[in-house]
Every structure is written in structure tokens, then in C-alpha cells.
């Protein structure tokens, strides 16, 4: 079956970096447009960034632009999340997903797979 592992999550003090991974299996991961979203206690799930089939086009919510970079390495089967200058309120659950149609949505209703979450704690 699909599964979706994230790891890389942890505390980091304000202004340093992190960089989350995702790892697939089950699915054929170069057809499949990948995303990282994330979810604050308390607050809806949010859409981050995501990486089309073959990463020539990445998207980003605008309060990472700049600061985030998405990438993938279809010989892995691994997406990445480059997080940098962190802000306290880039804390929360981020998780990735997956979409079999390969278009670069940012709803999170538009992706059919998903990893169980990697927490991230930024401190001020």
C-alpha cells in the first residue's frame, strides 16, 4: 500500500533551519505531484508548498515564499522541505501528500495520499 513518511521535524530556535523529508513507497512517486501542508493547534490544515511530476514548477503559500524551498529527487522517491529563517509561527504538524492526477493544487481535498505528520517547534 501507499505509504507517505515524514521525518526531519524538531525543535529549532527562531532564525535557524530545517529540512523535512518525505519518503514514499507503493506509488509510482514520478507521476505523482507532492506538497507539504501543515497544521497549527487550534487551526485548519494549510497548504505550504508544493513540486510538480518532475519539479520544474514548485508553488508556495505566501508566508513561506522565500524562506521554504520544496524539491524532490524521483530516484529516492523522497520530497523535501528546505526551511529557513524559521519564525515562531511556523510551528505546527507538517505533513506531505501526494496526488496521482499530477496537477499542483493547493487544496488539500485535491491529494490522495498522506504521511502521518512531523512536528516542528520553533522557539522565539
Known amino acids: 500500500q501507499v505509504q507517505l513518511v515524514e521525518s526531519g521535524g524538531r525543535l529549532v530556535q527562531a532564525g535557524n533551519s530545517l529540512r523535512l523529508s518525505c519518503a514514499a513507497s507503493?506509488?509510482?512517486?514520478?507521476?505523482?505531484?507532492m506538497a507539504w501542508f501543515r497544521q497549527a493547534p487550534g487551526k485548519a490544515r494549510e497548504f505550504v508548498a508544493v513540486?510538480?511530476?518532475?519539479?520544474?514548477?514548485?508553488y508556495y503559500a505566501d508566508s513561506v515564499k522565500g524562506r521554504f524551498t520544496i524539491s524532490r529527487d524521483n530516484a529516492r522517491n523522497t520530497v523535501y522541505l528546505q526551511m529557513n529563517s524559521l519564525k515562531p509561527e511556523d510551528t505546527a504538524v507538517y505533513y506531505c501528500?501526494?496526488?496521482?492526477?499530477?496537477?499542483?493544487?493547493?487544496?488539500?481535498?485535491?491529494?490522495?495520499?498522506w504521511g502521518q505528520g512531523t512536528q516542528v517547534t520553533v522557539s522565539s
Open positions: 513540486i510538480s511530476t518532475g519539479g520544474g514548477r514548485t
Open positions: 507503493g506509488l509510482t512517486f514520478s507521476s505523482y505531484s
Open positions: 501528500a501526494a496526488d496521482r492526477t499530477g496537477a499542483v493544487y493547493r487544496t488539500a481535498g485535491s491529494y490522495n495520499y
